[in-house]
C-alpha cells in the first residue's frame, strides 16, 4: 500500500466526469441531485479582493482543496471560496499516517500540501479550468463569484525560495500552462473555444505560520506578501490568543472537552498585545499598497495527543465543533478591540446551523473542513444555503448587509456587526451543541468484517440482540403506516411493551446519525408504535406438529421462546416461581420506568397464542425429571433471581439492604429504608434502579450516592439510566472501591472507601480499577445496598449438566437449551428476549419444523434519494420528560411522542440497511469509488490435474447479493484514514476494498491492486500481488482468465467454465473465485478509464 498521492492528468480527470455524468448522473459518487446550482445565490453575492464572490462560504486550506477533483466537488456541492491547501517550500514532508480523526471533534497532524509544489500548482490549475468549464455548461460564459485563495506557509526564508516564487509567478499568470491543458481538452469539449479562462487563477493569500512563529517573522511574511507581491493578504492567526485561562474555561470547564492544551502552547504562540501591533502595521501598509489586508480565524489548537489514532506525535491539532467557541470569542475580542473595522474570514466549527449566525455578525466568507469530513461530506454543503436562505426569508433581507442589520435591529452596518457578533459569542458558551454532553464517545465501529463485496448493514440492527429490522418499522412510521410498523416489530420482538420503555437499546449507539446530529430516538419511536397502533392481528400459527415444550421461567426469554414456538405449532406450557409473569421487570423494575399495563399486554399476546402458564410453580428436581419425561424439549429461563453478595467487612450489619429484595419490596409499596443517607454500591442497571427508587423514598431531606470503582465511562448500565440518575441529582462517586461497612452497635453508620486509578486493559478489555496505597477514607451512610451482580438459582438440576453453550444454547442434557441471565448472568430484557427466540428456532430446527421466513416490507429509494437523506443534519425530538420537582414520586418520567413527533423523528432514519456509502462522503478525495452490481450467484469449479486429463469438481458458490458496492482509487488516497473511523465495520476501505490503479505508472509502483488497461482492440484487467499477475480478457462472448499456474475460458452467460489449460507441472489444483471477483471488477471499473 501507498499513502502517496498520484494525481492524473485533466483529460483523465475529465474524461471520468462526463463518463460518470452520462452513465450515472453523478460525479465521483456525488449525486446531480446534491449540486448546487449558480442561479440561487443571487442575494448571497458579496465583494472581496474587488472581485464578486457569489457565496460567502468554501473549503478551508485542508484535504478539501488539495486535489483538482476535491476542489471540483466542493464547487458542486456549493462552496465557492476555495482557500487551496497551504504549499510551503519544504514539499516532500514524510506525514504520519493516519492523519485525521474527526471521531467528534476534530483532531489532524499534518497541515499542507502532501504535493510537490509543482504537482500542488497543476492542480489548482486544472480545478480551475475544470470549473470553467462546469460554469460554461450551466450556460456562464465567466467563472465569476468563485475565488481561488492561495494559502503559504511557514518562514520568510522559505516563501523567498525558488519553488514557492515560481508558484506565485504561474498563480498570477498561468497562460503558457494552461493552453497546454485546453489543447488535452479540446477533443473531449470542442466549446472550451467559448469559454472565458482568466490567466490569474488567484491575486490574494492567506499566510499560515507555524504555531510558535515569532510576531516579527509573521510581519515580515504578511508585509512581503502585501508589499512586494501586492497581494491582498490575510493572516490566519492562533486560537491561543485568548490566553490560557479564558481558552480553558472555555475548553475545558464550559465545554466540558478532555483535550489538554499544554503550557509550552501559549508561551510560544502569539501574545495578544504583539498580535494588536502585527494588525495595526499591516493594515496600514495595506492601504498604501491598494490591497485588502485581514484576518483568519482562527488556525487549529495545539494539544497534546491523548488518543491512540496518532501514534507517534506527541502534539495534534484540533478543530471542529470544539474550537467554535473559541474561534468565535477570538474574533470578538479583536472586532471590539479595532471597533469592527477589521476584515474576518472565519474557520472554526463551523456548520449549517451556525453559518447564519457567523454571517449576521460579519465573518465572513466562512470556510469549512471538520464538518464535510463527517458522514454526508462535500453534500452538507447545500444546507449551509438552504439554512442562510431561511434565514434570510425571516428577516426578509434582500442582501447580506440587510441580513446583518435586520438580525441586530440596527441601521449602521459596523455597529451591527458588532452586536450580533457580541450575542453571538455570549451564547456559544453556553449552547450544548458545543458542550461534550454524552456519557461515552460517540462511535459506530462494531466487530462486523468488512468484505471486498456485501458490505451494506445497519449498525443499529447489527447491535440490536434481537436483529430488530429497525430500518423497516422506521420507514412504517414516518410513512404513518403503524400497524405495519407494529407487525415489523413483532417479527423478532414480541415484547414492545417493555422493549420501547426499559429496553437499553444499544441500537442507539450504533446509529450512523451519531456523526451527524444524534441517534435516533429508536426505542421511544417503538413506544409510540406499541401504544398507537390500531388493530393487532392475530398471529398466524402453523398447524400443531404434537411436539411439547416446557419452559422454566416466564420472564422475557421464557415468553420469547414461547411465543416464536406457538407460531411454528409446537405446544408450550411455562412454569413460573411468583404468581406474575414477566421476571425481574415485573418484579423489580419501577413503575416510574414501566406501567403495569404494557407488561400485562406482552404477556397476554403470548397467552392468547394458546401458551399455557403454571404461576406460583416452583421446579424441583423432582418436577424437572417429571418435565424432562413427559416434554419433548425444554427450555430453561429461570433468570438470576439471587443478589451477588459483596465480601468485605461489616457487610452484615444492620442497614445492609439485597437490592433485589429492596426493588420487590418498593414496587409493592414498601418503604424499607430506615436511614436518610443511601450508598448504592455499583455500576449496572440493577444500581442505577436501586438509586432512583432510593432518591423517591429518602424524600428531599435524604441523599442517595453511588459508587463505583471504574469511571462513568466503563459503567455497564443503559446510558439513558446513568443520564436519569445525573439529571434527578443522584451523586456518582467514581473511581471508588469499598473497604469496609462501618458500624455503631451493629448498626450502619458509614462505608471505609478507597481511591482507585484505571490501569490501561488490552485491546477488547475494560480499564481494570487499581488501588491507589494510603487512600483510605470514609463516607457517612445509613443505609448501603451492594448492586455488584446476581447469580443463577439451579435448585433443579445437577450444574454440571447446566454449562451452556452461548452459540448454540445447548446444556450437556440432550433436547434441554437455555438463554437468557440464567445462561449469561445479570443481562438485560432485549438479550433475554434474542435468546429466547434463538431458543425456538434451535428447537424448531433439532425437529425439522419448516419455516417461513418473513421478508422484509419496506420500500426501497433510489440512489439519488438515499444519497439526499444523507446530506442532510436534522436534529432529534428529545423525549418529554416530567419536572425535576416530580422526580420524587413513582408516576412515569417520560412521556411518550405524539403522532407528529413519531413521525417526524422516524423520518431521520437513513435507511442504512439500503445503502452505506459512508466512506464515500467522508472521503475528501473522492478515493471511495461507488459502483453498483447486479446481483448474481455464480457456480464454481476447481480445476484438478489428473493423470492423462484434468477434470473439473464442484467448488464453492461466487455469491454478491447488494447493488451497492465500494472499491478505492488508489491514486486517489493518502490513507488519511477518516474513512476508518466511520466505517460501522471493524475494518477500513481504504486497506479492504479493492484498491485500483488509474495509470500504468502509478500500477507498476504498486504491490498489490487492479489496473484496467485498455488498448485498441481489447481491454483487460490486470491484479498483482506479491509478485504475481492474474488477467481477465472479455472476448466477445466469452472471457479469458489468465495467471502465472492457469489459463482458463469461461462463457459470458453464466461465467461457465469451459475450458482449462495449466501452465506448469506444479500446478495440481486451480481455483477460480478469484476470476469470478475480477469479472466483476471489470465492469465496475469502466467509468474510471
Known sequence: MSDKFNPISIDRLFRILTNESAKRGSFLGIPKGNFLQRDSFQKF??????????LPLGVAAGPHSQLSQNIISAWLCGARYMELKTIQTLDELEIEKPCIDMQDEGYNCEWSQELKIRDTFNQYLDAWILLHILNHQQGFKSLNGTIFNMSVGYNLEGVLNENVQWFFKKMQNCNHEKLEKIALIKPLYPQIDEVEIPDTISDNITLSTMHGCPPDEIEKIASYLIEQKKLHTYVKLNPTLLGPDELRKILNQLGKFDTHVPDEAFVHDLKYPDALAIIQSLTQKANQSGVQFGLKLTNTLESTNHKEVFAQAPMMYMSGRALHPISVNVARKLQNEFNGHLNVSFAGGADAFNFPELIGCGLSPVTVSSDILKPGGYTRLSQY???????????????INDYICKVAGHSNLKEAKLKNLNRYADGVLTDGRYKKQYLKTPDIKGSRKLNFFDCIEAPCRENCATNQDIPEYLNFTAMGEFDAAFKTILKTNPQPGITGN????????RCTRIHYDGSLNIREIKRFIEENHKTEQPVELKPENGKKVAIIGAGPSGLSCAYYLRTAGFQVEL?????QAGGMVAGAVPEFRLEKEKLERDVHRVTEMGALIHYNTNVDFKL??????TFDYLYIASGAPLSSKLNIPGIDSQ????PLEFLFKAKLGQNPIQGKQVAIIGGGNTAMDAA??????????????????????????DLGEIQAVLDEGIQIHELVAPESVQSTEGKVVGLKCSKMELVKGTKNERPQPR?????????????????????????????????????????????????????????TAIKAIGDGRRGAERIIEECGVATTKQASEYISLTFEELMALRARRSYDIPPRESPMEERRTFKPVSFTYTKAEAQKEASRCLQCQQICNICVTVCPNRANYHYTAEPTEIQLYRAVRGDKESKLEFDKVFKVEQRHQILNIADFCNECGNCATFCPTSGAPYRDKPKFYLTIHSFNHAVEGYYLSKLNNKQILIFKEHGGIRTLEKMGEEWLYETDHVKALFKDQGFQLVQVDFKVPCAQQVHFDMAAEMRLLYQAAVCLY
Not at 791 to 808: E, V, Y
Open 45 to 54: 453575492q458579496s465583494n472581496i479582493f474587488n472581485q464578486s464572490l457569489d
Open 385 to 399: 444555503v438552504e439554512e442562510l436562505d431561511g434565514k434570510f426569508n425571516k428577516f426578509g433581507a434582500q442582501s
Open 502 to 509: 426499559i429496553c437499553d437499546h444499544l441500537c442507539q449507539l
Open 575 to 579: 412454569f413460573e416461581k411468583s404468581a
Open 624 to 629: 424437572f425429571e417429571h418435565l424432562y419425561q
Open 655 to 658: 442497614g445492609v439492604m439485597e
Open 692 to 717: 432512583r427508587v432510593a432518591h423517591r423514598l429518602v424524600g428531599e431531606k435524604g441523599s442517595v450516592a453511588i459508587l463505583y470503582r471504574r469511571t462513568i465511562q466503563e459503567m455497564p448500565a
Open 771 to 827: 488501588k491507589v496505597a494510603g487512600s483510605e477514607f470514609v463516607l457517612p451512610f445509613d443505609c448501603i445496598i451492594p448492586a455488584v451482580g446476581q447469580d443463577i438459582a439451579l435448585g433443579f438440576m445437577d450444574s454440571s449438566l447446566f454449562a451452556p453453550n452461548s452459540q448454540t444454547l445447548e446444556t450437556k442434557m440432550k433436547r434441554v437449551f437455555t438463554g437468557g441471565d440464567v445462561m449469561r448472568g445479570a443481562a
